[in-house]
């Protein structure tokens, strides 16, 4: 079963330049991984407003794996390592959201 791994980045520096920075690392450094099956990485999009909306957050990272496995393997490759040390020192908070998921 496929792996849904959501992040959701909280900045300390919350201007767009910031954020756009941290979207350019995640293409950078977590998209060209065994598994992968879907990539994506972006900011939060200002015109949702709804109620219903969490808004709670800068940077959006979605990546869906084959399975648990490739999810694990990734959590360790150099990669992934070196973007979270290159851009950790900017997150005022990270929320993961992984789930299973089909099509």
Same mark, same amino acid.
């Given at each position: 079963?496929? +792996? ?25 450094? +977590? ?73």
């Amino acid at each position: 079963m496929m +792996l849904s791994h959501d992040v959701y980045f909280t900045l300390k520096d919350s201007s767009d330049e910031a954020a756009d920075r941290l979207v350019a690392a995640c293409h950078r450094y +977590l998209k060209d991984h065994d598994g992968v099956e879907f990539f994506a990485a972006g900011t939060l999009g200002q015109e949702f407003q709804r109620e219903v909306n969490d808004r709670d957050f800068h940077v959006a990272l979605h990546v869906v794996f084959t399975d648990k496995a490739a999810h694990d393997a990734y959590q360790t490759v150099e990669d992934h390592l070196t973007f979270i040390a290159e851009n950790k020192d900017n997150w005022e908070r990270v929320r993961v959201f992984d789930s299973y998921v089909t099509t």
